[in-house]
């Protein structure tokens, strides 16, 4: 079946710091990949949905220059967290659809 | 917006049926009913999906509701593994839009 790679699993960074997170499609070309942030206890929220080789939409109240988006092959797109606050530690997922929508296995940000 | 609604919270003996429902009174009728679960800081994974017949694969089942208003997962030998949150979404077949979660159903299945 389809897999999605995430990277990394979990990451400790220093306020002000940023934080690069990658999503690789292993088995499977993607031209859309979805990302998500999951707050403790709450539910998935849709941040954006990065398209291979144009701009990323981003939802209401995503500020697009902290959370930047790449997608520059059909197997990887990537989400950097700009300048990180303790507010941004989250848990953040990334999805890709092949025959169905399969999730990566997260990465905890923990914002120092 | 979700545009499902499902308990906040269920328990199930170890070994029981746990059965989950949903309702999706909004549901077009070229919309599919999707159900994953989240286990504890792991990215979702796929349980079963449908669009009007009754569903069955080796996780689980899918009971929808003839007028498709509702339906209900039903987890036949529920185990501790079990244990998770368990969304249900409703979503057209056309590609490339996201899912949308609602606030699940969180399962504790109890040894």
């Known amino acids: 079946g389809a897999v999605v790679s995430q990277h990394p699993s979990r990451v400790i960074c220093k306020s002000g710091t940023s934080v690069k997170i990658e999503c690789r499609s292993l088995?499977?070309?993607?031209?859309?990949m979805f990302w998500y942030r999951q707050f403790p206890k709450q539910s998935l929220m849709l941040m954006a949905t990065?398209?291979?080789?144009?701009?990323?939409?981003?939802e209401q109240g995503v500020e697009k220059d902290k959370f930047l988006i790449n997608h520059a092959s059909l197997t990887l797109s990537t989400l950097t967290v700009t300048s990180a606050h303790p507010e941004d530690s989250s848990f953040y997922i990334c999805?890709?659809?092949?025959?169905?929508?399969?999730f990566g296995s997260g990465t905890r940000l923990t914002v120092v | 917006d979700a545009k499902t609604t499902q308990p906040p919270s269920m328990d199930c003996a170890e070994g029981r049926a746990a059965n989950l429902p949903c309702n999706h009174s909004?549901?077009?009728?070229?919309?599919?009913v999707y159900w994953y679960r989240q286990i504890h800081s792991q990215g979702p994974q796929y349980i079963i999906h449908?669009?009007?017949n009754n569903e069955t694969n080796e996780m689980a089942s899918l009971i929808i509701t003839e007028d498709r208003k509702s339906s209900t997962l039903i987890l036949p030998h529920a185990t501790l593994r079990d244990t998770a949150v368990y969304y249900c979404?409703?979503?057209?077949?056309?590609?490339?839009?996201?899912?949308?979660f609602g606030k699940g159903t969180r399962l504790s299945v109890i040894a």
């Open positions: 088995d499977f070309q993607a031209t859309t």
């Open positions: 449908g669009l009007k």
């Open positions: 979404i409703v979503r057209g077949i056309s590609g490339n839009t996201p899912l949308v």
């Open positions: 990065s398209n291979e080789g144009s701009k990323a939409t981003y």
């Open positions: 999805s890709a659809e092949q025959h169905g929508y399969t």
């Open positions: 909004t549901i077009s009728g070229n919309e599919y």
